[in-house]
């Protein structure tokens, strides 16, 4: 299996990056090849004796930056790392492709440079989010905002697919993200979807509250891609804030309690880490005809070592061909009309 | 000043609503009107010794449960709780209202009985949500789902109102919750609804992200009802799965730890109270013309005396008179048109 990294994309990169990649080439059983500026690669793989590993470099001279705009970037920079990645998986020189740089510029790349899978109408990004149980996955996370009720039901289908495949739920409890729980509550949009979903092919449990994602009473969670966002960014920001506010509160209370706390530690350190997206990898984008994982702006090595093993498990378990056939499936969807 | 309480709804009525009342006219000046079924009300008030307190019961047959549709029952059940007390505010018999029963039916009550204030198209719940430093209020929170541009305009200047006028902040900074920072991003609402924050008579900050509410740079958050109530909803949930994961894992490291815990504990519940919406009170409906405050429907005693005391800083602060010039500040809008 080869996946290809691009090493130039992301708050920490190449450092983190390349060091993340040399972290999973020593862990799992792949090739990563390494796709930026030839000699900052090879310099950070001497700097940590990595040469004796699976890991090889593609040069690529351009690298498309954070405030660029996605499409008019793809279509300037052909030699950008993130374009090159791709073109690797599209060329069959890859199997799957990782970015941790513009979110935008990535889905660009990957829904330019690979294609839609025939009858998806929008690719989705399905991110996993740490619940008081296990993980329940958000799609769509932020590809496609304005999204249409047919939309929403490919989301479901992919995100079943991906449950199922990635995180081995059998059978994954699909939700519709509303504000109540009755079936005439929410906005046009999920109202227009409720009636798609529940004719659909996939374990529809029926609409979702915001709070059901962390209770984890939802295997996949259906949404518009602006929610599914604001949700996730929301999210890593109040655990981030309540991790903050216990070492306030602890500091405040002198130091027989900081004493207590040091005792405390090793339960909250295992709380951060349950609570840290770099654990769970990167999200898939689904919906395009490849492999394609996005992996968060601000990653580092851990990140990227997890990232690269959810590239492994999406080529390993097909979830490409699967979603495929499963689009397919009772003639459900066909040229991306809903019948 | 007389504040009308619905004593019937919510998952806790009569019993802590009675019992929040009676707390609130202990502690505040203010002359509280319970309104809902006499008899059961009366038996509340001789158990806990408060019939020497500034508190009177007005009688109302009929309650509209949380399942009901809001309108239809507002127009049928003329003697339900939440309508009577919405009336008394009407005709001047009290100077605001509270309800912790269906936000819907608190929603139509407020709006059909006491109508909107001229040029509001759409009232919006505004929500206190604390942060690392202090409150954002958050509105639409939910009374307005597929908002329009000039209802998240009137929401920025309704909420500018709110945070200077409740929360004493001075200039509150107004954000609009977006996917990104930049003036581009987002769907097309936020991005028709930009332009006009930028040339609105308010402290307009930019783009903010789901993470800046929980950060704290941003006082007022505006965003479509739908968005908000999934926000808000969200962020219970995972304030509360935060919470048991922290108790799960001190309880997985065995006695020493636990017996750290019990010294931690002063401030685990610190945290605790900065996180509980029932320390902030009610959220006000803002845009109706008159006081009306929406109560957690999970409200017990505090938080329905702190909702009280909300309604209190209402009315002495005159929210509802200072949205009114604030809307018509500078001819900015007229009979609800943006020019």
Redesign the interface.
């Known amino acids: 299996m080869k996946i290809a990294v691009d090493a130039m994309g992301g708050d920490f990169a190449p450092d983190e990056i390349v060091l993340g990649a040399i972290e999973a080439a020593r862990e799992y059983q792949c090739n990563i090849i390494l796709v930026g500026d030839q000699v900052r690669i090879q310099q950070l793989l001497d700097l940590h004796n990595a040469n004796d590993l699976r890991l090889s470099i593609h040069h690529a001279s351009e690298v498309i930056g954070m ?1 660029e705009n996605p499409t008019s970037a793809f279509r300037k920079k052909k030699d950008a790392s993130v374009v090159v990645a791709t073109r690797l998986v599209k060329e069959g020189k890859a199997d799957v492709a990782i970015s941790a740089g513009s979110t935008g510029a990535a889905v660009a790349a990957a829904l330019l440079g690979l294609g839609r899978i025939s009858g998806v109408e929008r690719p989705t990004i399905a991110t996993p989010m740490p ?2 149980t296990g993980i329940t996955v958000l799609l769509d996370s ?1 590809a496609n ?2 999204s249409k009720p047919k939309n929403l039901l490919q989301n479901a289908i992919m995100g079943t697919v991906y449950a199922e495949k990635i995180l081995g739920i059998t059978n994954p409890r699909v939700g519709l ?3 109540g729980e ?1 079936a005439n509550k ?3 949009l ?1 109202l227009e979807t409720y009636p798609l979903l529940a004719s659909a092919p996939v374990n529809f449990i029926g609409n979702v ?7 984890g009473t939802v295997d996949v969670v259906v ?5 599914g ?14 991790m ?3 070492k306030q ?2 500091e ?2 002198g130091w ?2 900081k ?6 530690l ?3 350190r ?2 951060k880490r ?2 840290d997206y770099a654990e769970y990898g990167g999200a898939p984008l689904l919906g395009v005809d490849g492999g394609f994982i996005i992996s968060h702006g601000s990653s580092k090595a851990k990140a990227i070592k997890n990232s690269i093993r959810v590239a492994r498990d999406m080529v390993d378990k097909s979830v490409v061909e699967n979603i495929k056939q499963s689009l397919l499936k009772d003639g459900e969807i066909t040229n991306g009309e809903v019948r």
Chains 1, 2 share one sequence.
């Open positions: 405030t619940n008081l932020g905002v304005d993200l509303n504000i009755e929410g906005n046009e999920v509250e915001g709070r059901d994602i962390p209770k949404c518009d891609g602006f929610v966002n604001v949700v996730l960014k929301f999210g890593e920001g109040l655990a981030s804030a309540i903050t506010l216990i509160e602890i405040a209370q027989l309690t004493l207590a706390a040091a005792l405390v090793p339960a909250l295992s709380l349950k609570l």
